[in-house]
């Protein structure tokens, strides 16, 4: 999407059209602080941000962690990463280390990331 096509466009991102998401799609490093989304039910939810930060919680997000949490609102380190082998390339599934290449999409319960190069598409 076009950063025009963005309702409230800064230079991180904006609301579809529709304003029922919320698409982060930069060329920079990082958002200036993690940008968060909580998704969750009355027995499990998690925190994922735009850098693949977070955590998994059941039940009690203080007592029942399921990854680790850091306390720190200024870094967005993850538990865990994600990363595909395709020959002899290595491709993080999430955006760890840099948010050029992909277009993060937070909506009502969900969160997408989709990573795009010259040759390949992966969506999670």
């Not at 989304?37 to 203080?62: C, E, L, M, P, R």
């Not at 491709?91 to 999409?105: A, H, M, R, S």
């Amino acid at each position: 999407m076009k950063e025009n096509e963005l309702l409230y466009y800064n230079e991180f991102g904006g609301f579809s059209p529709d304003g029922k998401e919320y698409i982060i799609e930069t060329s920079n490093i990082t958002t200036p602080l993690p940008w968060s989304h909580v998704i969750s039910n009355k027995d499990f939810g998690f925190i994922v941000t735009a850098n693949g930060g977070g955590y998994i919680w059941h039940k009690n997000s203080q007592s029942n962690k399921i990854t680790t949490w850091s306390n720190d609102c200024l870094k967005d380190s993850p538990s865990e990463k994600l990363v595909l082998r395709m020959k002899n390339r290595i491709i993080n599934i999430l955006p760890y280390e840099t948010l050029e290449k992909y277009k993060i999409i937070y909506g009502f319960g969900y969160a997408k990331f989709l990573y795009e190069d010259e040759d390949t598409l992966i969506e999670t």
